[in-house]
């Protein structure tokens, strides 16, 4: 095992405060969990950190037999017998955040230890102590406060991306909730969901300039501090539309709207549902036309907030297979058991060449289907996977549930006079 040992400068940019003498203090109460880890080494293999940084202590397992030494505070058989003084470090903090938050190691352990929540807790203690979160997150938590986004922008340009041919309605059934990746990156998905939306006579709207982050991306990092007002804000101007529902195509901001909210301040008044749910039930309703083919061989990949995190595997895979001329195929780890696409738990934005090399893992799998399109229901995993495979040329396509519907909902093309005589 990899060990944390305080000479060891701190890895380049990290923004802390020293180490050294740093009291370890307010531990969480987790030892439960950590008398539960049975050392088994069953999490090792999933773990999709450990195969770019091949550390233990990156492990789940190396995680835990740290943690359980700072619990202990230096009173182990061990550290007593070695005079060693059990100690914070820098490798510490970097092995914490290698994590994509993924939660395979939580499927595949025997000892059924909660171990999303877990990292979640930790990280939220290293905030809490000032050792966290590592300096992308920090610069996310002050535009966030800042323009209620991670990307800097500003909140007049929030509903930009609303396409000028669906009207907005007030007041509307529906609200469409694009989410900051939606808004400001990856706006051709949120333009898709409401297009598909609109053609199944949706009267929606979205929360424009009052649209505030979910917060996921500090959650996920340990800083929640701004969690609660974006929570509050988001709640109380979604229930002032007064819309029965609330849908979004970012798996992220689903998981932290209808899971995590109700920790920080309220649920949302509305049914939350993701994209792929409420379009789903559309189809059962004959609401949504499915009027064209697409002949294509797919494949689906679970985004891990939607998939693992969320328990929504079926909905996904229900649509795709309602659509006429597809050749549905799964790769071999799928839904409870799907590798990662790598851009979770701010993985991406601190260790952007480890998160592209397990997108490019996701994309061989996706390969060996002999599938020539891999669907997703995340902006992340779809943004990340497109970059993998173009990282490595494939010729596998990356789309968004939402852009394949857009497809296949479109009015039927009038066939030509001469055809029909």
């Known amino acids: 095992m ?7 400068p701190a890895p ?40 770019q940084t091949p550390w233990d202590s990156v492990t789940p397992r190396g995680k835990i037999y740290y943690l359980k030494q700072i619990d202990l505070k230096g009173t182990g058989a061990m550290d007593k017998v070695l005079g060693r003084p059990v100690e914070l470090s820098p490798e ?11 939660g395979n190691c939580e499927v595949v352990c025997h000892a059924k230890i909660r171990l999303v929540d877990l990292w979640e807790t930790m990280r939220k203690w290293m905030v809490e102590i000032g050792i966290g979160p590592m300096p ?35 007041p509307a059934n529906v609200i469409f909730f694009a ?23 949706i009267k929606m709207n979205c929360l424009g300039p009052d649209e505030w982050c979910c917060s996921s991306p500090l959650i ?31 798996s992220g901001c689903y998981k932290t709207v209808s899971c995590d ?66 050749e549905f195929v799964e790769m071999e780890r799928s839904r409870e058991n799907s590798r990662c696409c790598g851009a979770g738990g701010g993985y991406k934005s601190t260790y952007p060449d480890f ?25 992340f995993c779809v943004l990340n996977l497109t970059q993998a495979a173009k990282k490595i040329g494939s010729n596998i396509k990356v789309m968004d549930l939402s852009q394949v519907l857009l497809e296949v909902t479109a009015p039927k093309a009038a066939e030509p006079a001469a055809e029909k005589a």
């Open 261 to 326: 909210f109700g920790r920080f301040y309220a649920k949302a008044g509305q049914n939350v549902y993701h994209f792929s749910q409420y379009v789903e039930q559309l189809i059962n309703d004959r609401k949504l036309p499915l009027n064209n083919e697409f002949k294509h061989k797919v494949t689906y990949h679970d985004p891990c907030h939607l998939g693992r995190h969320s328990g929504v595997y079926d909905a996904p895979r229900n649509v795709i297979k309602k659509i006429k001329g597809i």
């Open 355 to 379: 998160a592209l090399n397990i997108g490019i893992e996701r994309i061989h799998d996706a390969e060996e289907t002999g599938a020539e399109i891999l669907i997703s229901c995340c902006p």
């Open 179 to 201: 989410g900051c990746t939606g808004s400001y990156r990856m706006q051709h998905i949120a333009q898709a969901g409401v297009r598909v939306l609109d053609r199944a006579g």
């Open 92 to 102: 510490f903090v970097d092995a914490m955040y290698k994590c994509t938050g993924c």
């Open 12 to 51: 380049r940019g990290m923004n802390m405060p020293e180490l050294l003498g740093l009291k370890i203090r307010n531990m969480p109460q987790i030892a439960q969990e950590l008398t539960q880890c049975v050392q088994c080494g069953y999490c090792i293999d999933v773990c999709e950190a450990h195969a």
């Open 136 to 170: 992308a997150a920090v610069a996310m938590g002050k535009s966030i406060h800042k323009n209620h986004n991670p990307y800097n922008e500003p909140d007049s340009k929030r509903d930009a991306w609303w396409p000028e041919e669906v009207e907005r309605h007030v």
């Open 220 to 250: 996920r990092t340990g800083n929640e501090k701004e969690s609660t007002a974006c929570a509050q804000h988001n709640v109380e101007k979604a229930d002032g539309m007064g819309a029965k529902d609330m849908v979004m195509t970012c």
């Open 2 to 8: 990899q060990h944390y040992i305080r000479s060891t």
